[in-house]
């Protein structure tokens, strides 16, 4: 059903993975320098030499979530033939991929903590920067109200997200089948009726 982690190749990228289990573990309040260098298995003064703090580490970890999916969205749409509908089914279903391919990413994009900073915040919400854009651009082009973009905006990522959480708890089988139902489903729904 998933990849594997990441290999990491640098004791950068070691921290920042541990440190999302130990995010995914113990929750934002839970998450420190010192638990993440012992799940990395070094020092506690090991993280300092990449991270000035905590904080600077929990926003290298957004980034790092942010950076993989960026990658991801502009494979789709260097490969795509430049249909706006046809690229914004296939970023959600690849969306839903990426969470299912990614358990140990789920638990940061996934989270709303109290202990976030505002510009963690704000870096995690740009994971949907790209396909807020698609959408916009689509309802330009199809001339779709602004209250109906917001209804089919949430139905799509209600989608999205209830399609990952089905596949997770196994209610439904993680295969092309139902991956082509819920494209069916996002299809349609950006129909303008």
């Excluded at 799940?39 to 290298?60: I, N, Q, R, W």
């Excluded at 990522?157 to 959480?165: C, E, F, H, T, V």
Aim: with cysteine.
């Amino acid at each position: 059903m998933s990849e594997n982690p990441e290999k990491p190749t640098t004791l950068r990228e070691k921290l920042i993975l541990a440190g999302i289990k130990v995010i995914e573990e113990n929750g934002v309040s839970g998450f420190s320098i010192r638990r993440t260098a012992a799940e990395c298995g070094v020092s506690c003064a090991a993280p300092y030499k990449h991270f000035k703090d905590k904080e600077d580490l929990m926003t290298a970890i957004i980034l790092y979530i942010k950076d993989r999916w960026h990658e991801r969205q502009l494979e789709i749409l260097k490969d795509s033939d430049g249909d706006v509908r046809r690229q914004l089914i296939d970023i959600s279903l690849a969306y839903i991929r990426f969470l299912m391919d990614n358990p140990h990413f789920r638990s940061i994009i996934m989270m709303k903590d109290p202990a976030m900073l505002p510009e963690q915040v704000r870096l995690k919400s740009g994971l949907s920067e790209v396909v807020m854009g698609l959408i916009d651009q689509y309802c330009q082009e199809t001339g779709m109200p602004e209250e109906r973009r917001r209804v089919k905006t949430f139905v799509v990522r209600s989608l999205i997200y209830g399609a990952a959480l089905m596949f997770d708890d196994g209610e439904i089988e993680y295969n092309e089948y139902n991956f082509g139902l819920i494209a069916s489903a996002i299809d349609r729904e950006f129909d303008l009726a």
